[in-house]
């Protein structure tokens, strides 16, 4: 029996929300993913369109761009509604491994969750007697 052992792998990923105006959002993204020998490093910005943010639903369409090093472009489209994220990817290859894909690439679906454990329900303050 063979023994095969991975190395630890590592990964670092940042994106933040920059609101534009009311409706509108750019959100940058990188990340880096390493285990020894192979690393990658990606990044790139996605926009975000608000269409409804009221107290009972949040609803939001996002499309960008991300750039793999000297790799790939990975171009996404997703759609938020509250706590649920379905995205769609499309993953095309810039570098020698087309033989590999056909030239195609590749596309990836994902269906998120968010777990929050911030409440929706506010205190009230206390009316004061005059």
Sequence with gaps: L??????????????????????????????IQYQQPN????Y????????????????SLSAG???R???????????DYNAFIFSINYDANLSK?????????AI???LVYRLS???TRHKSLPCPVM
Excluded: C, M
Excluded at 39 to 42: D, G, N, T
Excluded at 69 to 79: I, P
């Design 2 to 31: 063979d023994q095969t052992r991975l190395q630890p792998h590592f990964t670092l990923y940042t994106r933040f929300e920059y609101r534009y105006n009311q409706s509108i959002s750019i959100l940058p993204v990188a990340a």
């Design 39 to 42: 690393s990658e490093f990606l």
């Design 44 to 59: 790139g910005a996605d926009l975000k369109y608000y269409i409804d943010e009221s107290v009972q639903r949040t609803l």
């Design 65 to 67: 761009i991300l750039y």
């Design 69 to 79: 090093n000297r790799d790939a472009l990975v171009l996404n489209f997703s759609v």
């Design 97 to 105: 491994l087309t033989p590999a894909t056909h030239t195609f690439g």
């Design 108 to 110: 990836e679906l994902a």
């Design 117 to 119: 454990k911030t409440s």
